[in-house]
């Protein structure tokens, strides 16, 4: 099967990766009616468990998964393999757990190798995940809401839908970049954009950052940095 065309180059993904979910999410701010500024990303229940890796980006391959009750339909294996290289190069695995409460892991040394080897660079699960020193070794991201020790009766019920992780709404083909502090949705309409956003919001930010380090800092110091800021941005053509 051939590769999915990404809508990204290399090169522009690249330049996404230098930059923090932090940044990426003042960056979106610029862009006037994109989205309310309380959208797009993982609230805190969502922990990065590799915190000390650089931001990683994938589009999104969806699953829905439950581990509390054996027996129930699931979807066979190689489906889902089949629905990870469905997406383009590189993928991000977003998994939504239907258990009320959270209590077998789909990810683990196996899972966590099978979707690598599929191009996959991390999971974003508001479920769990295990075997976390053989996954940090072989260099794959995890986002989750719990640790756990075991896999349970974990299947996978659906492939390919619109899931909510603890506020980040994903639908397939979505980008999304992850790390230490969360992840979050790039819309693909500005992300090929995005370092010149972030960009802005660095020259923005830096004369209020340039008065509050300096030595003697003042509330009229930083009043003169806000009034600079502030003639920043009306100069500002942000998008």
Same mark, same amino acid.
């Given at each position: 099967? $051939?590769?999915? %065309? ?14 923090? %979910? ?32 650089? @931001? ?6 969806? &699953? ?55 191009? *996959? ?34 299947? $996978?019920? $659906?492939?390919? @839908?619109? &899931? ?12 999304? *970049? ?12 500005? *992300? ?25 800092? @003042? ?5 003169? $940095? ?11 053509? *942000?998008?």
């Amino acid at each position: 099967m $051939a590769e999915p %065309t990404a809508p990204l180059t290399e090169a522009e993904l690249d330049a996404i990766r230098q930059l923090d %979910t932090p940044t990426i999410s003042n960056a979106l701010e610029l862009v006037d009616g994109l989205r309310p500024w309380t959208d797009g990303f993982t609230r805190p229940e969502i922990v990065c468990r590799f915190p000390e890796f650089k @931001t990683v980006v994938g589009y999104a391959v969806t &699953v829905e998964i439950a581990a509390a009750v054996p027996g129930r339909k699931s979807v066979p294996r190689d489906q889902y393999w089949e629905s990870i290289v469905a997406q383009p190069s590189p993928r991000m695995i977003v998994i939504h757990d239907r258990d009320q409460t959270p209590i077998g892991s789909f990810w683990g040394e196996v899972n966590g190798s099978i979707a690598r080897g599929l191009g *996959a660079v991390g999971v974003v699960t508001d479920g769990t995940v295990r075997d976390l020193d053989e996954v940090r070794e072989m260099g794959f991201q995890f986002l989750s809401k719990e640790v756990s020790v075991s896999h349970a009766y974990v299947h $996978a019920e $659906a492939l390919g @839908t619109t &899931v909510e992780i603890a506020g980040m709404k994903v639908s397939p083909g979505d980008l999304i *970049a992850a790390d230490k502090h969360g992840a979050i949705q790039i819309p693909l309409e500005v *992300a090929k954009d995005l370092p010149r956003l972030a960009a802005l919001m660095g020259k923005y930010e830096a004369p209020m950052i340039k008065a509050a380090q300096s030595p003697g800092a @003042t509330p009229d110091t930083l009043r003169a $940095a806000a009034a600079e800021q502030a003639e920043i941005r009306k100069n500002q053509a *942000a998008y």
